[in-house]
């Protein structure tokens, strides 16, 4: 994706930053629920409470959240309803943002060759590259995605080279490096399966691979029984796959669910900006990241 210049309760002392007692990607929301929008917040600005491109989001703990806020170089951590918890600034414009549970780490993709994992003390423990580092001035890299396996495995996606790297939670270490078919602009993956989702934005398209990128289905999301002009943040549980998709700046975007093999079964929310990011939050609401702003639903 272009980076659209139109988007500019519990006690911390005894939880990390970045810990949960519950990987909340594996709260069932349901298939056919009715939702509600229980609460937004955010509006465009640089205040400790706005933002600037949510261009991701991410649950950190019980009651809290992280986003990140693109054009303000920065990571948000905020309480489910928005209440300002604390600020990682960023030398570069970050363009998505998962959690390692198990190690209570904050990883971050931005605009640079390098992937940055935070402590709970939200200080750079250290940073990795996708390709080895003699090689790295001399490769194109465009780094967009990232998503986190159940085992912590980092899974990065480039849209430059048409992978996606994985990479040791511990020190980042390069595993292996899958070829895709589209772009990957979001990632998510399941963790019972390890089927990786990957949306590809302009594509218009989301693909349902498995481990080894393989596709064994795809998406091509409709509104108004018309192929829609993107396709954005995607996440996936047991409930099925979530997938952001809009037909550009205008409060036409939805979130959209599918079955683990694709087919449509619900549109869970409408008159979105852009749902760039796409997250559970630990009390079972859904959390999305819109441009300027963060919605919340639940349950009717």
């Not at 349901?30 to 600005?45: I, N, T, V």
Request: proline content about 3%; charged content about 20%; some cysteine.
């Amino acid at each position: 994706m272009a980076d659209s210049s139109s988007l500019a309760a519990t006690s911390t002392s005894q939880l990390s930053p970045f810990s949960s007692d519950q990987r909340t990607d594996d709260v069932n929301l349901g298939a056919k629920d009715q939702w509600r929008l229980s609460g937004e917040f955010g509006r465009k600005g640089s205040g400790q409470e706005e933002f600037n491109g949510t261009f991701g989001i991410v649950s950190t703990q019980p009651g809290e959240l992280a986003v990140a806020d693109y054009w303000n170089k920065r990571v948000i951590i905020c309480s489910n309803e928005g209440q300002h918890r604390g600020i990682i600034p960023l030398s570069e414009r970050p363009r998505n943002i998962a959690v390692i549970n198990k190690m209570c780490m904050l990883v971050v993709v931005d605009t640079s060759k390098h992937v940055k994992v935070f402590n709970t003390d939200k200080e750079l423990a250290f940073q990795f590259s996708t390709v080895p580092l003699a090689d790295i001035d001399n490769i194109e890299i465009d780094l967009r995605s990232i998503a986190v396996k159940a085992d912590g495995t980092l899974i990065v996606g480039d849209i430059k080279r048409m992978v996606w790297t994985e990479h040791m939670p511990t020190d980042g270490l390069l595993l292996r490096t899958i070829t895709v078919q589209i772009a990957p602009y979001y990632l998510a993956v399941d963790d019972s399966t390890d089927k990786v989702v990957i949306s590809g934005y302009e594509n218009k398209q989301v693909d349902i691979t498995d481990r080894n990128g393989i596709v064994h289905s795809s998406i091509k999301p409709l509104i108004k029984g018309q192929p829609v002009g993107c396709c954005l943040g995607v996440r996936i549980n047991q409930s099925g796959i979530y997938v952001g998709v809009s037909n550009g700046w205008n409060s036409a975007g939805h979130i959209h669910l599918y079955d683990a093999n694709g087919v449509f079964l619900d549109c869970l929310a409408q008159g979105l900006t852009f749902p760039l990011g796409i997250a559970f939050s630990s009390d079972g609401q859904l959390a999305v990241a819109e441009g300027f702003s963060v919605k919340m639903y639940d349950k009717a």
